[in-house]
């Protein structure tokens, strides 16, 4: 990945994952790439958050302490129905039915498994690549 | 001879009639002078005729012996079947000549109840010979008298060969002695109740079986036998097992997923700091940090390994040191705090002590025993509430009390919160492996773990050994057997 090869990043970037050490590497990655990112540790933090304060893009982990990923992803989608959102799992297979089939129907625009690569993060956010970026 | 409900006829030699009485009159609806004189095959409803009766009335007039009780069937058509029992006597007839009398009974009403009662008896034993139950019955002292197919099939002893032996001596130890002892109290037993004694088989094994006992009397209420019906339990413990391994699949399935998730966090923080090192060279803070991420992440992943082996292989704890518990406290609440509900107090509530509260334990289990209650204390009130930390010193132990000001535990789930798997979420966040796991570390310390709870919340109260350098002398004391 060469600088030439990024397209415009978008400004501010939604990080929602209970796990802080997570939240510190996405935003570490993210800054890198001149994303601005605020990340949240819940899936109600991630609400009130979108509702002051509108975010081209979100990362959402599958499993919040108060909601499941999915649920959080189909409000955030009520709420910014432009939003980009990537969905991030450690819970993760290949023939998980439920994360393919989300995919599938676009309810999410793509999907990271952990451990991922950072590559992958910068090409969820600047568009390139399909987005269902697992290794 | 009028009343006499048996037909009776006194024949000649010639077979002719000398006498009948009024019961054969009436049946063959005869009358007296139009039966007197003839013949006996004159007088005799054709339908007997096919019974050589004349040959064998001649036979008892010739050798003298009475024909006793023989049979003779009368078929007509249009009439039901009639069975006679009959008897041929010799008689010497007035003027020296020799004689028989017959005397003829209708039996077939007897024969018939005969046959009732067989068949009954018949429908009886073959009840209990088709029974999927064990069906033995014992005279008052416990000795087998009968022993149905079933029993057969499932010991494999025939019934020849259990007959006269002790039901007893049929159940394994230590139960036969109970087995004895029913049988010494047999006029006390209660029928209603249920017993599960195994039950020996020929290939030495033995078999679950549950037994009731009943008491057979007699008229007068003396016990004359007992009644041992068993049923075997080795399908419907086979099916329980199997219903077991299932629910312990389902459950390890949760497990694992969590697993996943609590093992790839750390890895993914890992690899991803490993792979932002590359453009952090000039940076040597950055640097720094990222690798300080990747070492935490790895050891993030250890830990979650070491106490799943703890918890598959709980061993005493061997290499301890001198714990602050209050810093374990403060340690695990950082930790768990990201998983409060808005809302959500902390009150301390520590001893006011000079020194330190020093357990004897290893601290980063110390910690996640209380990242594991704190972090229930906080999914008990997902609306915010009160969250309690105690710490204070008593004797031999050092107690922590966490509080919370949740709904409570259900009574039917206290004895279940300990148990591997056991969770009230309803989602699959938590494996229901926190509590399990803590109780399993706090035990390993040699400590205890209680819980009190009510409507208004429930607190955990974990007691942990004191170190043993505390400086009083109170663990040294302890572990010695001296009081303090």
Same mark, same amino acid.
């Given at each position: 990945?060469?600088?030439?090869?990024?397209?415009?990043?978008?400004?501010?970037?939604?990080?929602?994952?209970?796990?802080?050490?997570?939240?510190?590497?996405?935003?570490?990655?993210?800054?890198?790439?001149?994303?601005?990112?605020?990340?949240?540790?819940?899936?109600?933090?991630?609400?009130?958050?979108?509702?002051?304060?509108?975010?081209?893009?979100?990362?959402?982990?599958?499993?919040?302490?108060?909601?499941?990923?999915?649920?959080?992803?189909?409000?955030?989608?009520?709420?910014?129905?432009?939003?980009?959102?990537?969905?991030?799992?450690?819970?993760?297979?290949?023939?998980?039915?439920?994360?393919?089939?989300?995919?599938?129907?676009?309810?999410?625009?793509?999907?990271?498994?952990?451990?991922?690569?950072?590559?992958?993060?910068?090409?969820?956010?600047?568009?390139?690549?399909?987005?269902?970026?697992?290794? | 001879?009028?009343?006499?409900?048996?037909?009776?006829?006194?024949?000649?030699?010639? &077979?002719?009639?000398?006498?009948?009485?009024?019961?054969? &009159?009436?049946?063959?609806?005869?009358?007296?002078?139009?039966?007197?004189? *003839?013949?006996?095959?004159?007088?005799?409803?054709?339908?007997?005729?096919?019974?050589?009766?004349?040959?064998?009335?001649?036979?008892?007039?010739?050798?003298?012996?009475?024909?006793?009780?023989?049979?003779?069937?009368?078929?007509?058509?249009?009439?039901?079947?009639?069975?006679?029992?009959?008897?041929?006597?010799?008689?010497?007839?007035?003027?020296?000549?020799?004689?028989?009398?017959?005397?003829?009974?209708?039996?077939?009403? &007897?024969?018939?109840? $005969?046959?009732?009662?067989?068949?009954?008896?018949?429908?009886?034993?073959?009840?209990?010979?088709?029974? $999927?139950?064990?069906?033995?019955?014992?005279?008052?002292?416990?000795?087998?008298?009968?022993?149905?197919?079933?029993?057969?099939?499932?010991?494999?002893?025939?019934?020849?060969?259990?007959?006269?032996?002790?039901?007893?001596?049929?159940?394994?130890?230590?139960? =036969?002695?109970?087995?004895?002892?029913?049988?010494?109290?047999?006029?006390?037993?209660?029928? *209603?109740?249920?017993?599960?004694?195994?039950?020996?088989?020929?290939?030495?094994?033995?078999?679950?079986?549950?037994?009731?006992?009943?008491?057979?009397?007699? !008229?007068?209420?003396?016990?004359?036998?007992?009644?041992?019906?068993?049923?075997?339990?080795?399908?419907? *413990?086979?099916?329980?097992?199997?219903?077991?391994?299932?629910?312990?699949?389902?459950?390890?399935?949760?497990?694992?997923?969590?697993?996943? !998730?609590?093992?790839?966090?750390?890895? $993914?923080?890992?690899?991803?700091?490993?792979?932002?090192?590359?453009?952090?060279?000039?940076?040597?803070?950055?640097?720094?940090?990222?690798?300080?991420?990747?070492?935490?992440?790895?050891?993030?992943?250890?830990?979650?390994?070491?106490?799943?082996?703890?918890?598959?292989?709980?061993?005493?704890?061997?290499?301890?040191?001198?714990?602050?518990?209050?810093?374990?406290?403060? =340690?695990?609440?950082?930790?768990?705090?990201?998983?409060?509900?808005?809302?959500?107090?902390?009150?301390?509530?520590?001893?006011?002590?000079?020194?330190?509260?020093?357990?004897?334990?290893?601290?980063?289990?110390?910690?996640?025993?209380?990242?594991? &209650?704190?972090?229930?204390?906080?999914?008990?009130?997902?609306?915010?509430?009160?969250?309690?930390?105690?710490?204070?010193?008593?004797?031999?132990?050092?107690?922590?009390?966490?509080?919370?000001?949740?709904?409570?535990?259900?009574?039917? !789930?206290?004895?279940?919160?300990?148990?591997?798997?056991?969770?009230?979420?309803?989602?699959?966040?938590?494996?229901?492996? $926190?509590?399990?796991?803590?109780?399993?570390?706090?035990?390993? !310390?040699?400590?205890?773990?209680?819980?009190?709870?009510?409507?208004?919340?429930?607190?955990?109260?974990?007691?942990?050994?004191?170190?043993?350098?505390?400086?009083?002398?109170?663990?040294?004391?302890?572990?010695?057997?001296?009081?303090?």
């Amino acid at each position: 990945m060469t600088a030439s090869a990024i397209p415009p990043v978008p400004e501010t970037v939604l990080v929602v994952d209970d796990d802080q050490d997570m939240c510190w590497v996405l935003e570490l990655a993210l800054v890198g790439i001149g994303c601005a990112v605020t990340t949240v540790g819940s899936a109600r933090r991630a609400i009130s958050s979108v509702t002051e304060h509108p975010f081209p893009i979100a990362f959402v982990d599958a499993r919040l302490p108060d909601m499941d990923g999915l649920r959080l992803i189909e409000e955030l989608r009520r709420l910014q129905p432009a939003m980009r959102i990537i969905l991030i799992s450690g819970y993760y297979i290949e023939d998980d039915m439920r994360i393919s089939e989300a995919v599938r129907a676009c309810e999410i625009d793509g999907f990271l498994a952990k451990p991922f690569q950072v590559s992958a993060v910068v090409a969820a956010v600047t568009g390139m690549g399909n987005g269902h970026c697992h290794p | 001879m009028a009343t006499i409900p048996s037909s009776i006829l006194i024949l000649d030699e010639r &077979l002719s009639i000398v006498s009948v009485n009024h019961n054969f &009159l009436e049946k063959s609806r005869a009358s007296l002078s139009s039966t007197l004189g *003839r013949r006996l095959h004159d007088i005799f409803p054709a339908a007997f005729q096919d019974t050589a009766l004349d040959q064998k009335i001649r036979e008892v007039i010739v050798t003298g012996k009475t024909l006793h009780r023989q049979r003779m069937t009368y078929r007509a058509p249009g009439v039901s079947l009639r069975i006679y029992s009959y008897s041929i006597c010799p008689l010497q007839l007035q003027g020296g000549s020799r004689g028989a009398i017959l005397v003829m009974d209708d039996v077939t009403d &007897l024969l018939q109840l $005969g046959d009732e009662v067989r068949r009954m008896q018949l429908h009886l034993a073959s009840i209990v010979e088709s029974a $999927g139950d064990l069906i033995i019955s014992t005279d008052p002292n416990g000795a087998v008298m009968t022993w149905n197919s079933a029993a057969a099939k499932s010991t494999g002893y025939s019934d020849v060969e259990v007959r006269g032996a002790k039901f007893a001596d049929r159940i394994d130890e230590p139960q =036969n002695n109970e087995v004895e002892a029913c049988f010494h109290r047999i006029a006390e037993i209660d029928d *209603r109740r249920s017993v599960e004694w195994p039950m020996k088989c020929r290939d030495g094994e033995s078999i679950p079986v549950s037994w009731r006992l009943s008491r057979m009397t007699d !008229h007068l209420g003396d016990v004359t036998g007992v009644v041992v019906v068993g049923r075997n339990l080795v399908e419907q *413990r086979a099916m329980e097992a199997q219903i077991r391994q299932g629910e312990k699949l389902a459950a390890l399935g949760m497990v694992i997923g969590g697993i996943a !998730h609590e093992i790839r966090n750390p890895l $993914g923080v890992s690899s991803a700091a490993a792979q932002l090192m590359k453009d952090r060279m000039r940076s040597p803070a950055l640097l720094e940090e990222c690798i300080g991420r990747v070492i935490g992440g790895i050891d993030r992943a250890s830990l979650i390994v070491e106490s799943l082996l703890r918890f598959a292989r709980p061993g005493p704890i061997k290499e301890t040191t001198t714990v602050n518990v209050v810093d374990v406290l403060k =340690n695990a609440l950082m930790l768990a705090s990201g998983e409060a509900a808005a809302g959500t107090e902390v009150d301390w509530n520590l001893q006011r002590a000079v020194e330190p509260l020093n357990a004897e334990g290893v601290q980063n289990l110390l910690e996640l025993v209380v990242i594991n &209650l704190i972090l229930n204390a906080f999914q008990a009130m997902p609306n915010g509430g009160r969250l309690t930390i105690g710490c204070w010193g008593d004797g031999g132990s050092v107690v922590i009390e966490i509080g919370d000001t949740g709904p409570g535990i259900p009574q039917a !789930h206290v004895s279940k919160i300990f148990d591997p798997f056991f969770t009230m979420r309803s989602d699959s966040r938590r494996s229901g492996l $926190g509590l399990s796991v803590s109780h399993s570390i706090v035990r390993q !310390h040699g400590g205890s773990v209680d819980v009190r709870t009510s409507p208004k919340g429930t607190t955990f109260v974990v007691r942990l050994p004191v170190a043993r350098d505390s400086g009083d002398g109170t663990a040294d004391a302890i572990e010695e057997g001296v009081p303090s």
